[in-house]
C-alpha cells in the first residue's frame, strides 16, 4: 500500500513538472524506501578486517574514503571538498606529540622525582617541542566557571601563574547539554589558560569516569593529535593556549602529595565549598615532545537544492576508528563497526533516499564524512572552521555518530536538540514515526560534545545528535541492558565487529526518523534558530 502511494505521488509531480514538497504522510511513505539491506551492506565493507580499522594516515583508510567517495559518485552526489567543487577531498595535516619519558621529568618541592606512568604523565603539546616550568599547584574542583547558572569554582581562587588541578567531569546541578560543555576538556582549558594559569593537571576521583591508566597506556603509545589550521597554527587538545602545558596525575599520587589531604579537600569541595591542601605543593619538571605528521582528508559532497540552492544542511558522520591495537583473546583489529561504519553507513543510505527524491529539496544538502573525530574532533573541527561554502549558508548539522542500533527503535534521545527550533521537527517525525522522545539517560557522559556536531555547535549552528532511546514496546528501560553491553563490551575493543549485536530492523528506522529530520529542517520555510534562553546561542554569528 506504502509502495502505490508512493507511486501516484511521483505521477502526480511528473505531470505537474514542477518542484514539490512532500506532506507529512507522503514523506512517511517515501522514507519506509530505507534499505536494511544497504546499511548492513555499508556496514560490512567498512568494519572488514581488511580495513584494519580505518586509522587516519594509512592506505587503509584511504580505501575508506575511496567507497565513500564511490558511494557519492553513484548517487549523483558532487564534488564539495574545496570551493572549486574540484575534489571530494578536504586535506589536512595532523601533528602528533608524544611524549619523550627518558627525556621529560617531575619534580615535587626540589627533591622527590615523581613516577612516569604510575605518579603522573605529561599530554603532548603541539606547539612547544621543549619546554620548562616551576610553579605552585592549587586544586580548582572541577575547573568550572559558569557564573551564569550560579556555579564558578574560581570564585574565590587565584590561579594565575599556578599549576591547577581539576576533576574531570562536571557537577550533576548544571542542567544535561550545558554540563557536556563546560566538562569538556578543552572549555577547561580555554578557562585556565584565559585566567592565566601556568599548567592543567587533570585527575579522576575513585568515584569518577575513566582512569589514570587508561588514559596513561592511550597517550603515552598514541599520544594527542591536532589539526593544522589554514593560518599555520595547531588546534586541539594538545594546543594549551596561555598555558605552558597539560598533564594527569593518578589520585593515589595526590593523597601521597597532599598528605591525605584530598580527600577532605574533595568531601568539601561536593559541599560546595573550594578549599586548598595544608600544605604548599612546589612542582618543577621539564617536557620534551616528539613530533610526526601525517596527512588526512574529509570525503565532502553535494547534493543541489531547488529555489534555496544556496543554503545548506550538512550531515556529518566520522569515518575514522582507532586501527589496531592491543590484542583481545588474539584479535587486535579494532574495527568499529558501530562506532561508527553504522553512522557513514546511516548517512549514505540517507543520501540515497535524497537523491532518489522525485523533486529536489527546497535547500542543497552536503555530506561530509569527516576524519579523526577519535583524535578529537578534529576533522570536523577544520571543516566548521573552514567550511567549503560561507559559513552563514549552512543552516543545521544533522550528525550520526554510534547510533547504537542494538535493537528495535521505540524511543529516541535527540541530543541537542532541546536546545533550538529543531526540537519541533523532531517531535513532528517522531509522532509519525509512532515513537517516543526520551531525556540523555546518560548525563555524566557528556554525548553531546563527544561528537562532530558540537564543533558546528561551537560555529553557531544548531544541531542534532540522534541516539537510540531505551524504551522497548514492553519496559521504559528494555534496550538500557544492551547498551550498557555496548558500551562496556563491544565499544573501542576489537569486538566491535557486525554481528548478533546489530538490529537491523532498528537501524531501519533510525535512517528513515533521521532523514525526516533533516528534510523537514532542508524544506522549512524558515532556518533553525536557538532557543533564545540557550546557553549555546552565544555562538551565533
Known sequence: MKNSLIFLFLITLLVNCKPAILDDQALLSYADMADADLIKRHIAVLSDDSLRGRLPGTPEYEEAMQYVIDQYQSLGIKPLGNKEGSSYLQPMTFRKSIIDESSSYLILNNQDTAKVGMDYFFLGNSSSPELEFEGELVIAGYGIDAAQFGYNDFENL???????????????????????????TNTKINTLSEKGALGIIFTTFPEGRGSFKGSYDRYSKGGIVSVKMPDGEFAGRSNYGNMKFGGYFDWEFIRKITANDVDLILEKYLQGEVTQPNNTIFLKGKIVNNFSEFESSNVVGVLEGAELKNEYVIHTAHLDHVGVGTPVNGDSIYNGAHDNASGISAMLEIARLYSELPSKPKRSVIFAAVTAEEMGLLGSLYLAENPVVPAESIIANVNTDMPTMVGPLVSVEPLGAEQSSIMKIVERSTSLLGLKIDEDHLPEEVRF????????????????RMKFGIQTKDSPTGLDSAITHMMSQIYHKPSDELGASFNFEGAKTYVELQFMNSYLINTSETRPTWNEDSFFKRFER
Open 158 to 184: 587565584e590561579v594565575k601563574d599556578k599549576i591547577v588541578v581539576i576533576y574531570n567531569g562536571g557537577p550533576d546541578v548544571l542542567p544535561a547539554t550545558e554540563r557536556a560543555h563546560f566538562s569538556n
Open 449 to 464: 560534545v563527544r561528537s562532530d556536531n558540537y564543533s558546528f555547535v561551537k560555529a553557531g549552528i544548531p544541531a542534532l
